[in-house]
Structures are given as C-alpha cells and as structure tokens.
C-alpha cells in the first residue's frame, strides 16, 4: 500500500514536472517564403511603400498578424519591420527552451536602435560623396551609379588629388557588384577605368602636365542607419600608367551615400 502510494507520488511529480518544463518552452512563429519573391511593405496593404525584397527561402520572426488582408507583420534581420502578404509566405513554430545569451540580446537591441533597410533593393540612382586618402594625400570623390538591378550597378567617377607638386584629376567608369543587397551591412566589389590627369602647381616649372590611364580595383562597405541613412567605405588599390611608366597607391575613404 505504502509501495503504490509512493509510486503514485513520483509519477504526480514526474507529470507535473513535466508540465512545468511545457509552460516554460516559449513557441515563437516564424514565416519562410515560398514564393521567387515577396516584398515587404511599411504596412498591410500593397500600397504601402515596399522597403524590402525577401528572397525564396528566407526566414523571419512574426511579431503580429493584422490589417483588411491576410497580412503578418515580420521583423527583418536589421531589426526593422515591416509586413508580408500571407499568400507569399508559410507561417510555422519554433520552441526554443533557452534565453538568448546576453551578447546576442546586446547585439539585436543596437541592430533595432541604429540599423534600419538599406534602399538600395527599391532605388535606381545612387551618388556618393567620399573624402580620404589616395597614396597618403588627401582625396575627394563623387561617384554616381545607376543600379541595374539590387546586384549589379554601373558607377562612374570623378575626383580630385591635391598634392605638393601637382593635383591629380580623376575621371571614368566601372561596376559595383553588391554581395549581400538589402542587408543593413552591404559588402561590395568595384572594378574601374578611367584616366588620370596631372596638373603642376603654379610654382612647379620642372614638371610639365600628363594625362595617364587609371585602374582602380577593391570593394568596401555599405552600412545604413535610421531614416536610410547610408554610410559608404571604400578601399581601392589604383594604378596609374602609360607605356613609359607606372605607380600604385591605395585609397581610404568614407561618404555618405544617397538613393534614389
């Protein structure tokens, strides 16, 4: 009697145990795009203003389903919202039985406090204004592009080296190849030609002035706050030639960067 009593005990704790353990294990809805594409919209409703293009495959955390349609409001992985038309998308649960760790709740909160959607899926010009150094003097750069597609853009440039001796006038064209477009960090390639001119300062009469071609290869970063405000970095390694001659130098520089 006092065996089955005690057997009875521990199977009522197991079972409550068990229960607890069920209430404790948080159930967080997801949707998974099923379609090649669906936008994402500031809003419920297609006329709302798209500011993301979420890709086949892609994953994101439901935060609340609403408005006239089948509508869900999802969090992108900048921290931004928006909202998904639910025809486009799959809704599932996950149960996760552990606490993100605090680095990983760190890093989402300044994702949601700083980083917001980069424009560039939804613009077709982009113009960048640069300063920095170009073989350690100083350089100023305007770079217009025309953004064939959220990948590929053709971007022409033009821009100025004041030196000791001489200035040096930069002009021509590439392409940027975005790696990761849309995303609030954006890594990018470039390739460009052009040429490069050199000017004598008034006091320079040993030097006469040459025009030369220019190459310029490297990539940088795309990183967009609040409000679409972008930040551009660019690294570049330029060489600067004709049949007689040839010199390379590095560029560091950062802009702002505006969409159209």
């Known amino acids: 009697m006092v065996r089955a009593g005690l057997a009875a005990l521990a199977i009522a704790a197991s079972a409550l145990s068990a229960a607890a353990g069920a209430g404790s294990a948080a159930a967080s809805p997801y949707v998974r795009v099923i379609s090649q594409r669906a936008p994402v919209h500031t809003g419920p409703g297609a006329s709302y203003r798209e500011l993301y293009a979420a890709e086949r495959g892609e994953v994101f955390p439901v935060l609340e389903r609403g408005g006239s349609g089948f509508w869900f409001r999802i969090e992108l992985e900048d921290g931004t919202t928006g909202w998904v038309l639910?025809?486009?998308?799959?809704p599932f649960e996950v149960v996760d039985d552990e606490r993100p760790g605090l680095f990983r709740r760190m890093g989402r909160a300044v994702r949601r406090a700083l980083?917001?959607?980069?424009?560039?899926?939804?613009?077709?010009?982009?113009?960048?204004?640069?300063?920095?150094?170009?073989?350690?003097?100083?350089a100023f750069l305007l770079r217009p592009a025309w953004l064939m597609d959220p990948y590929f853009a053709i971007e022409a440039f033009a821009g100025l080296s004041p030196r000791q001796d001489d200035d040096l006038f930069l002009a021509g064209l590439g392409w940027t190849l975005r790696l990761l477009p849309g995303a609030a960090l954006g890594p990018f390639?470039?390739?460009?030609?052009?040429?490069?001119?050199?000017?004598?300062?008034?006091?320079?009469?040993?030097?006469?002035?040459?025009?030369l071609?220019?190459?310029?290869?490297?990539?940088?970063?795309?990183?967009?706050?609040?409000?679409?405000?972008?930040?551009?970095?660019?690294?570049?390694?330029?060489?600067?030639f004709d049949p007689d001659q040839a010199s390379n130098g590095q560029e560091l520089s950062g802009g702002l960067a505006v969409f159209f």
Request: charged share 20%.
């Open 86 to 90: 639910g025809e486009l998308v799959f």
């Open 115 to 138: 980083l917001g959607p980069s424009p560039v899926p939804t613009s077709d010009v982009e113009i960048s204004f640069s300063a920095g150094l170009l073989d350690r003097e100083g």
């Open 213 to 240: 071609m220019a190459l310029a290869v490297g990539g940088g970063f795309e990183i967009t706050f609040k409000k679409q405000i972008t930040i551009r970095l660019d690294y570049r390694n330029w060489t600067i």
């Open 189 to 211: 390639l470039n390739a460009s030609a052009g040429a490069a001119h050199l000017r004598p300062k008034a006091d320079n009469f040993a030097q006469d002035p040459d025009t």
